[in-house]
């Protein structure tokens, strides 16, 4: 087998069993890796009503087939669970060098089952796996963690670390790597941590073997003098993804204040320019990428100077724009905080945001906060408040539950303006000025985040206050862009640099020895799509239409600032355009998956699954459509 | 003739290890590669990469005489090396590498492959 590393290892860390066996070649080829892989394993392993912090849910680390090959961005390591912040399937990645290590070390999947009964860290260098100790790294930060851990075996090994909020299972707890880099989403941290793992520390020595190097290796270096002199690469490589803040206020999608607004005023005090010109001390890339996105920088505190990877785009809206700030060093600390206390950062910044809307209103009182303030933009009570969810205290064991959970418990209609889509927090594009984007985060299978579907230049393509017609183009950026996740590489290098969707193609090719298509590829993603769809149903219940309706901001209040003021969408509008994409995809208007499109990709078993519990979509009354979804691929520059 | 280091242009991305092991191994292996590169996180923050300067102190170390220049290039000559790695001793940069595959060490020869692929300027040929 070509371009995997061949082995699978699943360790129940109850009985600190660790068994290895290799990877039946037919599964890679049906689920290719990563988001693929951990989909069916979720689907078909983790009962219905397990607890997601309880012993039955697993936690997957999965890198993918593209993985640490020499193709543009192979960087990419996918980990996977039920999250605990959705109840649902969750599969989220992380760049940097973990991935490609795992692979050099021998492995494209790890399944850890059940629970250590004390902290633990999984050690791998090549053959040799241990669960080793990690009483001495416990209540320590991810930042920290790693830092220990490569003083201690060696700065050869690459680290992923969870922090004391993965410990205490908040719910947005990512897990860190290389300083600053995060499989941010879903809660996956705290799924590493109700499992008492702290940290994996990997080792490989081994060569990967690919198909055919000759014919790769001469596609990539073509691919690599061509991108060099792309006029994107300067200012990508330069700014990174903070390179939007401007743009993305500019078109009105930037969030402030907990998106009440699409326009912030202070943009200019937190963008990409200030970054460089303040912050940044390296580039710093990923694995086998030229692009070199990733900006290492040093904030100046109060406490001493900070060192962390970012703040990146996603950052600087949620803890930037969402949270009111405006100085760029507020931002980087803040982003070091998230990160060392273990917290996603899109999600972190929007619970306070929503805290901070909560205190403005009244909902959260001076008696919530030991007597002190919740104000907007300032760090010292951005920080107040991170630490106390951290660690579970006051407030902050309301705030741990995300905003959805929080805002159930706190009431008052605090729901309206808990800013996020099935328990997870929306990424960093206020969407009322932008239906087709608004309707990627509705629908989006792991709740609001953008990896799904970005899709604000299909709404400047096609118009931004035009409702039809954009629903078959998310539906068709719901199947391109997680298939990058599926082979587990960066989908910059498309998205920016335009390399085709067929030269991945052909470049898988070159790695496996296969000779499968694009159509292909893409079945596969719309199989998994509707895999963690039905999945989705079967543990929250049904309809689907009902986790797809969005925060009732988006249709209750209209803008009141910048280029989209007095804009906002109606409920009626916000259902058209599920009418419109539940038709494409085959699935009934409610929401469901018919027993036609799913036994069309393959799923005959997950027809059965939703009849037992009455979710099986009704028959469509002209069958299901014969292409799903339509290719478009406007660009922002 | 020699590779141009500019440490403070690199970011880590390690293209020019993946590549060295293509050209000479014709694997995928960044540990079999003739150059490294020292990270240092989280402070200060930096990247350097280390490469082969073609000193010569390997092939004055070698008891064997398996390494020999030839157009100011050191070359390992793979029949007559012992593996003793008297070399890997004596290299002031720590640029020779021992890999449990390769019987011999694994040294650059200036192929200038890793200078091709670099984007940031890290690595530059200069003749």
Same mark, same amino acid.
């Given at each position: ?637 | ?47 350097? %990469?280390?490469? @082969?300067?073609? $000193?010569? /102190? &390997?092939? *004055?170390? +070698?008891?064997? =005489? #398996? ?37 011999? %060490?694994?040294? @650059?020869?200036? $192929?200038? /492959? &890793?200078? *091709?692929? +670099?984007?940031? =300027? #890290? ?5």
């Amino acid at each position: 087998m070509h371009g995997f590393a061949g082995q699978t290892i699943r360790i129940n860390l109850k009985t600190k069993k660790i068994n290895k066996s290799r990877l039946p070649e037919d599964l890679a080829r049906e689920w290719l890796g990563a988001r693929g892989m951990v989909a069916k394993i979720l689907y078909d392993e983790v009962p219905r009503d397990a607890d997601p912090l309880g012993p039955k849910n697993k936690l997957i680390i999965a890198p993918g087939v593209l993985t640490g090959t020499f193709v543009a961005a192979g960087s990419k390591c996918g980990f996977g669970a039920i999250s605990p912040a959705t109840n649902g399937h969750a599969d989220s990645s992380v760049g940097g060098h973990l991935g490609p290590e795992l692979k050099f070390a021998g492995y494209d999947l790890i399944v850890f089952e059940d629970i250590s009964p004390e902290p633990v860290f999984l050690y791998i260098e090549d053959d040799k796996i241990e669960l080793r100790s990690a009483e001495h790294l416990w209540g320590k930060g991810s930042i920290d963690t790693e830092s220990q851990l490569k003083d201690e075996l060696g700065e050869d090994f690459e680290i992923a670390t969870i922090g004391p909020a993965g410990e205490n299972g908040v719910v947005f707890s990512c897990i860190t790597h290389d300083f600053g880099r995060n499989a941010g989403r879903c809660g996956v941290g705290a799924v590493m941590g109700s499992k008492r793992i702290k940290a994996i520390a990997v080792k490989g020595t081994k060569s990967l073997p690919v198909h055919d190097l000759k014919s790769l290796t001469k596609q990539t270096e073509a691919i690599i003098q061509r991108t060099k002199s792309h006029p994107n690469m300067a200012p990508w490589q330069k700014y990174g993804t903070a390179l939007f803040v401007g743009w993305s206020n500019e078109q009105a999608v930037f969030p402030a204040k907990n998106f009440q607004s699409s326009y912030y005023e202070d943009w200019q005090t937190i963008d990409g320019e200030k970054l460089v010109e303040e912050c940044v001390i390296t580039d710093k890339a990923c694995f086998g990428c030229w692009m070199n996105c990733g900006k290492y920088s040093k904030a100046k505190t109060k406490h001493g100077d900070i060192y962390i990877e970012g703040p990146e785009y996603e950052t600087i809206a949620l803890i930037g724009g969402s949270c009111a700030m405006t100085s760029i060093h507020d931002v980087t600390y803040a982003n070091y905080l998230c990160d060392n206390l273990g917290m996603d950062t899109i999600s972190g910044g929007s619970v306070v945001a929503f805290a901070m809307e909560c205190y403005e209103k009244g909902i959260i009182t001076k008696d919530d906060l030991e007597g002190r303030e919740l104000r907007w933009g300032n760090i010292d009570d951005f920080e107040y408040v991170l630490r106390k969810i951290a660690y579970k205290e006051g407030i902050g064991k309301i705030l741990a539950k995300g905003t959805k959970g929080a805002a159930e418990e706190l009431g008052q209609n605090s729901i309206k303006f808990a800013m996020q889509q099935k328990g997870l927090e929306s990424s960093g594009y206020e969407s009322r000025w932008a239906p087709s984007m608004l309707l990627s985060f509705m629908t989006a299978d792991i709740g609001a985040h953008h990896n799904r579907s970005w899709s604000i230049t299909v709404d400047l393509e096609l118009g931004r206050d035009k409702i039809k017609e954009k629903a078959p183009v998310v539906i068709y950026l719901q199947h391109i862009r997680p298939l990058y996740d599926m082979l587990s590489i960066c989908r910059l290098f498309w998205g920016e640099l335009d390399v085709n969707p067929e030269e991945y193609v052909e470049s898988l090719n070159y790695v496996t020895g296969w000779n499968t298509t694009e159509e292909e590829l893409m079945r596969i993603s719309e199989k998994v799509w509707n895999l963690t769809r039905a999945h989705y149903i079967q543990r929250n219940g049904g309809p689907g239409r009902n986790h797809d309706i969005p925060p009732a901001r988006y249709y209750e209040e209209e803008i009141p600032s910048g280029p989209a003021k007095g804009k906002r969408l109606t409920l009626e509008q916000i259902n058209l355009m599920l009418d419109e994409y539940y038709a494409g995809r085959g699935w009934d208007n409610k929401g469901n998956p018919t027993a036609e499109i799913l036994e069309d990709l393959g799923l005959d078993h997950v027809v059965e699954d939703l009849k037992k519990i009455g979710q099986l979509g009704e028959p469509l009354p002209n069958g299901i459509p014969k292409v799903r979804g339509y290719k478009l691929k406007p660009r922002a520059m | 003739m020699r590779i141009k280091v500019n440490k403070s242009a690199c970011t880590g991305c390690r293209l020019c290890l993946q590549i060295c092991t293509i050209y000479h191994f014709d694997e995928i292996n960044p540990r079999k590669a003739a150059l490294r590169i020292e990270a240092k996180f989280p402070e200060p923050g930096t990247f350097k %990469p280390v490469v @082969c300067t073609q $000193c010569g /102190k &390997c092939a *004055e170390a +070698c008891p064997e =005489g #398996a390494i020999n220049e030839k157009g100011g290039i050191y070359y390992v000559d793979k029949e007559k090396c012992t593996g003793c790695w008297e070399c890997i001793k004596a290299c002031p940069f720590d640029v020779m590498f021992v890999h449990e595959d390769v019987p011999y %060490p694994i040294k @650059c020869d200036y $192929c200038w /492959k &890793c200078t *091709e692929v +670099c984007n940031t =300027g #890290a690595l530059v040929r200069v003749d």
